[in-house]
């Protein structure tokens, strides 16, 4: 059985930078494809971004692209995303998510899941 733990969400100003982090336990970290959603009070869960188990290939959705990183620690078994010049519409639950069977962009590819971490930016 996998377990996700996220950590590194907060209250942060509009402008700030902030980097979420989720260690993984269970399995072989470095097997899987991980990733990262968000979910905004009232709003479906979007992605955010995503990397493979090699970290040869990464994406990131275009609500973030641009300012936005994400990275993978083997020795550590854990993902980071970055996330810089912070928004109030960056405010949500950020996810974390391993072992993708599908799309990266869509909930359902995913299969295990992290319980969360709340963002808030304020203006």
């Known amino acids: 059985q996998v377990e996700l733990a996220e950590s590194g969400g907060g209250f942060v100003q509009a402008g700030d930078s902030l980097r979420v982090s989720c260690t993984a336990f269970?399995?072989?970290?470095?097997?899987?494809?991980m990733g990262w959603f968000r979910q905004a009070p009232g709003k479906e869960r979007e992605f955010v971004g995503a990397?493979?188990?090699?970290?040869?290939?990464?994406w990131l959705a275009d609500s973030v692209k641009g300012r936005s990183n994400i990275a993978r620690d083997h020795a550590k078994n854990t993902v980071y995303q970055q996330l810089d010049t912070l928004k109030p519409e960056d405010t949500a639950v950020y996810y974390c998510?391993?072992?993708?069977?599908?799309?990266?962009?869509?909930?359902?590819?995913?299969?295990?899941w992290g319980q969360g971490t709340q963002v808030t930016v304020s203006t």
């Open positions: 990397i493979n188990w090699s970290s040869s290939s990464w």
């Open positions: 998510v391993e072992e993708a069977f599908g799309t990266w962009r869509n909930v359902e590819s995913w299969k295990f």
């Open positions: 269970g399995r072989p970290f470095s097997d899987s494809d």
